[in-house]
């Protein structure tokens, strides 16, 4: 139990960080950002932007120039991340020696599964557009033991979850079809069923028609009204009737604040 | 003179004017009279000149009419308690202005006998509607300029006890001040008590009344001062512009010490506070500790650069009302926010804890907690606490609380 003293940090102008879709402040945050999504900082997320962020905004100009020279002399990237860690107060010596250890075991792993999980969490970060980006990309990978018939499937799986959160419905149902005749699951079944439910224009085939019972039928018609009957409570429908039970004035303001931040998520899921 | 440096003793009864450096102190009633016909307004002997001559209504207890928010009807015409006093500020302030040939002031200091909030920010004020920044303004305690005014003395006057007795038509005041020397820092201590046995200053002009006047203040003297070594004594105020009737009274404090007789001690104290803002390194350096400043340290313990270290918010010896502080905190583990205070002795320590209620629940260090301690008085903290957020990561939910600690 403690207290961490902040460091004065006048900002004025944040560092964007394109895969969390997110502005960052101050040097806690940039330590929080790089210790929590280790995946979504260690391939160039040191670059020329972040140096001058350091030097103009957080003042700190040496770190600025060590890691310029770190990066100059080519070794190795990730210790660049550590040196941040190190610099900005923000983590105890522990946690970044266990964070220095997590990234040498993402390094260790097959550089398919690494990428994989990168997307991964890219699609978590609701970040669609670059998770397609990656999964598409993943798809060309040289086959071996790692990338086989069920690592492609799994891919094509999290392909068409992401299609299917961008609203390209027809991709979404044909990438959850090869995801299916590769897997063989019935929660793909289950996708695809349910994506003839919100697009009339999607049809199974007969042999995934003959796959699906009608006692199957029964359960995923009944969770699929229970999923859109939560939709309709969700707090973002709640956060909306409550707008629209205001005067004009405040009803106006609070309506352009929600319309910037759906642009905002929308332009960062494509 | 390149700009005044003013000290102002503002009562009630009476005002004093001293520039720094300058030996002459202008003493006037703390009252103002305004021309029946024209827009003319008079302080000191004028204003009771043309009162007298009928030309003029008067309105006193300046100070008073414009604390409580008051107003006087002057010709017609109302005028608010704080527009009055700022006219006699104005009126006041032309005497040195016209002696020295100068209408700059380089610094004003006002010295009043309790420091409050709402005084203070009446005379800010006023300054500022007479076209005195703020920063050029400061306001002090009676203590506080009494301890300005000794230091500015010989060391041999006050390198032990100082004892002063301050008699003016409203009260009797014992002060007295004491210099600590420590192996860091030499503090300096100033107390008062108000006697209950002040009179009114008219019973001096009956041999009885001045024979009672010196019975009580020697009984006063005997009371306040016995088994007390001091190395001088002050006499101040009204009261004290003649002694003939203080026969008993001076032989007691004339005893084996130094008395000085000084009517304009806390004008004059002001003024030196106000000469010593101007220099880059203050001429008093020492920890004053007296009404109007405070009298604990208080600090956090917080992590920084994975060491446990004291940050100071405020220490003993401050100006209570100048002193604010904002610092930003990550809590880690606690949903509380500790505060230490150290009063002047030590061994009394205590640490307050005031819980983060209301705040969202966030994962730890996510939590960014803007503190601000400002004081409402010597003994009281006013803590603001608000939820910062932490970035576009966890946006900030406005949550603030505010609480007021018992030094």
Same mark, same amino acid.
């Given at each position: 139990m403690s207290v961490w003293l902040c460091r004065q940090e006048q900002v004025h102008h944040p560092f964007y960080v394109e895969n969390l879709n997110i502005h960052l402040y101050s040097s806690q945050e940039l330590s929080y950002v790089i210790c929590q999504y280790p995946l979504m900082v260690m391939d160039g997320f040191v670059n020329e932007n972040l140096l001058e962020f350091l030097r103009e905004e957080l003042d700190l100009g040496f770190l600025a120039l060590k890691l310029e020279r770190w990066l100059a002399s080519r070794e190795d990237p990730d210790e660049a991340l550590v040196m941040i860690l190190q610099e900005c107060d923000y983590y105890t010596a522990a946690e970044i020696a266990r964070y220095r250890q997590k990234l040498t075991e993402l390094r260790r792993k097959h550089p398919a599964e690494y990428r994989k999980m990168k997307a991964d969490e890219l699609f978590a970060m609701h970040q669609y557009g670059r998770a397609v980006k990656v999964y598409q990309e993943l798809l060309e990978s040289p086959k071996d033991s790692y990338v086989n018939e069920e690592y492609e499937g799994r891919i094509w799986n999290n392909l068409a979850s992401c299609y299917a959160r961008q609203f390209r419905m027809k991709e979404a149902f044909e990438a959850y079809e090869r995801a299916y005749n590769k897997l063989g699951k019935e929660e793909i079944l289950q996708s695809l069923y349910c994506l003839t439910k919100l697009d009339g224009s999607l049809m199974l085939g007969d042999r995934m028609k003959a796959l699906i019972t009608e006692e199957l039928k029964k359960v995923w018609d009944e969770r699929f009204a229970q999923v859109q009957e939560q939709a309709d409570q969700s707090d973002a429908v709640e956060q909306l009737e409550v707008l629209f039970k205001r005067d004009s004035i405040r009803r106006q303001a609070g309506a352009a604040s929600m319309l910037h931040r759906w642009k905002r998520e929308y332009r960062s899921m494509v | 003179m390149d700009g005044l440096i003013v000290g102002i003793d503002l009562c009630d009864e009476y005002t004093q004017i001293n520039c720094a450096e300058e030996e002459k102190t202008w003493t006037i009633p703390s009252a103002i009279c305004k021309n029946k016909s024209t827009d003319q307004w008079y302080v000191g002997e004028e204003a009771f000149a043309h009162t007298l001559t009928g030309d003029g209504i008067i309105v006193d207890k300046l100070l008073k009419l414009a604390a409580k928010g008051g107003t006087a009807t002057l010709g017609e015409i109302r005028y608010e308690g704080k527009t009055l006093l700022k006219l006699f500020l104005e009126q006041a302030l032309k005497l040195p202005k016209q002696e020295y040939h100068t209408g700059e002031i380089r610094q004003l200091v006002f010295t009043v006998r309790k420091v409050d909030t709402a005084l203070m920010e009446l005379l800010y004020g006023c300054a500022q509607e007479l076209d005195i920044p703020r920063e050029k303004v400061h306001i002090i305690s009676h203590s506080e300029s009494f301890i300005y005014y000794v230091l500015s003395q010989k060391k041999e006057i006050w390198n032990g006890t100082v004892g002063m007795f301050d008699l003016s038509e409203e009260r009797l005041c014992y002060y007295e001040m004491r210099v600590q020397r420590g192996l860091k820092k030499t503090t300096v201590l100033a107390e008062y008590e108000n006697l209950e046995e002040g009179f009114n200053l008219d019973i001096l002009?009956?041999? /009885?009344?001045?024979?009672?006047?010196? #019975?009580?203040?020697?009984?006063?003297?005997?009371?306040?001062? +016995?088994?007390?070594?001091?190395?001088?004594?002050?006499?101040?105020?009204?009261?004290?512009?003649?002694?003939? #009737?203080?026969?008993?009274?001076?032989?007691?404090?004339?005893?084996?010490?130094?008395?000085?007789?000084? @009517?304009?001690?806390?004008?004059?104290?002001?003024?030196?506070?106000?000469? $010593?803002?101007?220099?880059?390194?203050?001429?008093?350096?020492?920890?004053?500790?007296?009404?109007?400043?405070?009298? /604990?340290?208080?600090?956090?313990?917080?992590?920084?650069?994975?060491?446990?270290?004291?940050?100071?918010?405020?220490?003993?010896?401050?100006? #209570?009302?100048? +002193?604010?502080?904002?610092?930003?905190?990550? @809590? $880690?583990?606690?949903?509380?926010?500790?505060?230490?205070?150290? @009063?002047? $002795?030590?061994?009394?320590?205590?640490?307050?804890?005031?819980?983060?209620?209301?705040?969202?629940?966030?994962?730890?260090?996510?939590?960014?907690?803007?503190?601000?301690? /400002?004081?409402? $008085?010597?003994?009281?903290?006013?803590?603001?606490?608000?939820? +910062?957020?932490?970035?576009?990561?966890? @946006? /900030?939910?406005?949550? +603030?609380?505010?609480?007021?600690?018992?030094?």
């Open positions: - | 002009t009956t041999p /009885s009344g001045a024979r009672m006047a010196d #019975w009580i203040l020697t009984s006063c003297g005997e009371r306040m001062m +016995q088994k007390t070594v001091y190395s001088s004594v002050f006499l101040t105020g009204k009261g004290f512009e003649k002694l003939d #009737w203080a026969e008993d009274f001076m032989k007691l404090v004339c005893s084996k010490r130094r008395v000085y007789m000084e @009517p304009s001690v806390f004008a004059k104290g002001a003024a030196y506070r106000a000469a $010593d803002m101007l220099h880059e390194r203050t001429s008093y350096p020492f920890t004053m500790i007296c009404d109007g400043r405070l009298k /604990s340290t208080v600090s956090m313990n917080v992590l920084h650069r994975g060491q446990e270290t004291s940050v100071l918010l405020a220490s003993a010896g401050d100006n #209570w009302y100048e +002193q604010m502080s904002t610092m930003d905190v990550i @809590p $880690d583990g606690q949903n509380t926010v500790e505060f230490v205070v150290t @009063p002047l $002795d030590t061994k009394s320590k205590k640490t307050v804890s005031i819980p983060l209620e209301g705040f969202p629940k966030r994962l730890d260090r996510t939590m960014k907690v803007r503190i601000q301690v /400002s004081f409402l $008085d010597e003994r009281t903290m006013d803590v603001k606490l608000k939820d +910062q957020g932490f970035g576009e990561i966890f @946006p /900030s939910t406005g949550v +603030q609380i505010r609480q007021e600690v018992m030094l």
